[in-house]
């Protein structure tokens, strides 16, 4: 599970006592990796062999953001 939030939204009072009890009880059990996102892309970078690589189509098809191909 990967819980990754907006800077604009982290900080609302509303969802914040939620997140927080998440992540104690998602901490609590073994093997949960706590990381920032430039953690994360530095051990994708560092596995390339075992870490997955999607190849996508044009923004045209896919309509996420990038350079025509």
Do not use: C, F
């Amino acid at each position: 599970m990967m819980v990754s939030r907006h800077d604009y939204v982290s900080g609302q009072a509303d969802g914040t006592r939620a997140l927080d009890r998440l992540l104690t009880y998602a901490k609590s059990k073994p093997g949960i990796w706590s990381v920032r996102k430039n953690d994360v892309a530095r051990w994708a970078l560092e596995h390339r062999t075992i870490a997955p690589v999607y190849e996508r189509g044009a923004p045209p098809v896919t309509g996420l953001l990038g350079l025509a191909a």
